[in-house]
């Protein structure tokens, strides 16, 4: 994969503005050069991904590399939203990592479970969400292929 296919961008979902804020300047500081995008709960992200609502002008536009994504989020939480997304065949590929201050064991099967790529405690100072940003774009971003982020689903084996 190429150094620009490799710019892939990073959905972050989130309700707390503070949280959406303090990811972007960890980004910034360890110089993650992909875009970022930021939606506020699982509703928003399930349309944003579907390309309804307020979110049709993206359709065609290519789906974000990796979603970061909190549990506990008003309208639709992020439980519901992972166990949508992977349900659906066009948006199961898309890697999602949970991101939240749960600690709780079941939180952590659960997500799983559904189809959580990772599950990643939220750190509590900014130095160590450098840490983890760093991680993840090492990870996520260096070393690890993910799916073509087409909008389209052209390299589908059933459509052969």
Same mark, same amino acid.
């Given at each position: 994969m190429s150094d620009e296919n490799r710019l892939?961008?990073?959905l972050m979902v989130d309700d707390?503005? #503070?949280d959406r804020l303090l990811f972007k300047e960890a980004c910034e500081e360890v110089r993650l050069r992909n875009p970022l995008d930021?939606?506020? !709960?699982?509703?928003?992200l399930v349309d944003y991904l579907k390309?309804? +609502?307020a979110y049709e002008d993206l359709d065609g536009s290519p789906f974000p590399g990796i979603i970061l994504l909190d549990l506990n989020m008003p309208l639709k939480d992020g439980r519901e939203a992972l166990e949508e997304i992977k349900a659906d065949a066009e948006?199961?590929?898309i890697p999602i990592i949970v991101l939240t201050t749960s600690k709780d064991e079941d939180d952590i099967l659960s997500s799983y479970g559904l189809g959580a790529s990772s599950y990643i405690v939220k750190p509590i100072s900014l130095d160590r969400l450098m840490r983890v940003v760093n991680s993840i774009g090492e990870y996520w971003v260096q070393i690890?292929?993910?799916?073509?982020? #087409?909008?389209? !689903? +052209?390299d589908d084996p #059933?459509?052969?």
């Open positions: 892939f961008t990073i707390d503005p #503070d930021f939606l506020e !709960n699982g509703e928003q390309r309804r +609502g948006l199961r590929h690890v292929e993910v799916p073509s982020t #087409d909008g389209e !689903n +052209g #059933d459509d052969i």
